[in-house]
C-alpha cells in the first residue's frame, strides 16, 4: 500500500504524524467495520470504485439534489477512506468497508492534490476481503498498544485522554445495537411487528460478537441488511413471516445438497465470470435430468430440487427477488411481482434462477443465506447471480442452436426477437448475455435501421451491466 516514487527514486514506506490515523480509527471504528451500504444504491462492487463513480457523477454540478448527494458521499468518504485523516500526509488511497461476515479493503493510486508530479503511489487498484476478525483484531490491538505507550507521556493531554475513552469504548459492553443499526438500521424498529412474530425474529438475531466488534453476522440480520434503509413496515410484514416459515422447515433436499458450494466465498475478481463458470458446473451436475430442447424450464428445476417458490407484491418495487436456504431452512425463493423486470414470465424466469444462484452459492452465514436481491445487496454477488442465471437460460450449445436456426440474421431487432423467443428469455437479458459472449459487438447493435425500442434497451445494458 505504501510503496511510492519519489525524487526519482522507490520507496518502500511513508512516515507521518501516527496522532490523525490514531484518532480517525478509534473515531470511526463502528463504521469501519460495521456499515457496508454505500450512502446511495451503487452498482460498484468495492467502496473505492463507488466513491470514485459517485465523485465522477456530482463533482462541479450545482443542482441542489446532486450537491446532496454529493455531501451524502463526502460524509461517507471520511467514514471510509484513509485519506480522510491524513491532515497533510502522504497517506495510501485506501478504503474500509464491512460486506456481509468480510471486512473490505480496496485501494487505487489517484493523484494527491498539491503533491508535486514525481511523487505518486504505485500499487495498481485492487480489493480483497478477508475475515473481519483478520483486520478489526490487529488494528484494536494496535490502537490499544499505541494508547498505552502514550500514557507515560502525554497522560494529560486532552486529545490524548479523548482517544483513550473512545479506545476503551470499542471494546466495553452495550455495542451491539449500535453496531448493528451501522448494518440495518431496521433492526431497532421491529415495534409494529405482533409480539410472537418480534419474539421469533428476535430469536434469531444472534450476531457472534467478538470484543470490539461483530464477527458473524446471523442470517437475519444479513437480511435486513439486503433491504433498503426505509423499506416500508407492510413489506416487512410480507417479508418476516415467510423468513420465518421457510426456518421452520426440513432444510436441503438429496437433491440439492451436493449442488450446493461448500466454501462459499465473494467473488474478488470478475463476477460475471464467477456466475457463469457456476452455471456451466450446475448443468454438468444436471446432466441428464434437463431436456436437451425448447426453453430451460426453471420452475421445473427447482420443485425437482426442493425448493419452494412463492409471489409477493412488495411496495419497494427495487426488491427483484428474495431467497432463503440453510440447515433445518427450507429453501425459498420469493418473487416480487412489483419489479420491473417481473411483469413477464420471462422476467420471473430470470429472477428464479438469479435466486437460485443465492441459495447455491451464497451460503456466507454459518450454512445459511436470507438476501433480497436489489440496489441495497452487494454488487458483486448480486452481478454473480445475473449472470448465473443468463448462463442457465442460454447456454452456449441452445444459443448457438437457435442461432442456427433463424433465417435472419442476428444483429438486428428481428433476429433478436426470434432468439429470445426460442430461448424463453427477455431481450434486455439476451442483448447482455450475447454482448458477454463476444456473440454481438456495439457496433452493430446502433445501427440506425435497429428498433428503436431494442436500441434503447441495448444502452442500457451497456450502461449499467457492461
Known sequence: MCHHHHQGEFHQEVAWYLSPLLCWLAERWDPLFHEEHFPLPCNKSNARMGYWDSLRHTMGDTDPAMETKGERWFGWWQRHALRSCRQGGLFPDLFFRRLVDFSEMSWGNSRLEGVDDDFYFTVPQGNITLPVEQVAKPLLEGLQSAVTCLKETVATDAEYNLLAARVEAIGSPGQLIPRLNWYAKKLSNLAHLEDTV???????????????????????????????????????????????????????????????????????????????????????????????SGPIDIRTI????GVAMAEVALHDSNIRGVAFAGDGVTPTILINTAHRYNQQEEGRRFSIGHELCHILHDRFFGGEVSIASGPWAPAAIEK?????????LMPLDRVNAAIGSMPQPLDTSEGINDLAKQLGVSKKALLWHLYNLGKLDEDPIFRPDMD???????????????
Request: aromatic content about 8%; overall charge negative; some cysteine.
Open 302 to 305: 427447482c420443485q425437482r430440487l
Open 198 to 292: 418480534r419474539s421469533s425474529i428476535q430469536g434469531i438475531i444472534h450476531p457472534e460478537e467478538d470484543v470490539g466488534f461483530i464477527r458473524r453476522l446471523s442470517p437475519a440480520v444479513a437480511m435486513f441488511g439486503s433491504l433498503a434503509p426505509d423499506i416500508p413496515d407492510t413489506d416487512l410484514d410480507l417479508i418476516i413471516p415467510a423468513y420465518l416459515r421457510a426456518h421452520s422447515g426440513s432444510g436441503d433436499t438429496t437433491q440439492l445438497r451436493p449442488l450446493v458450494s461448500e466454501e462459499a466465498e465473494l467473488p474478488e475478481n470478475d463476477s460475471f465470470d464467477a456466475g457463469y463458470d457456476a452455471a456451466l458446473d450446475f448443468l454438468d451436475a444436471m446432466n441428464g435430468e434437463i431436456p436437451t
Open 452 to 466: 428503436r425500442s431494442l436500441e434503447d434497451t441495448t444502452q442500457f445494458f451497456f450502461k449499467i451491466e457492461g
Open 384 to 392: 454473480r447471480a445475473n449472470a448465473f442465471s443468463a448462463m442457465l
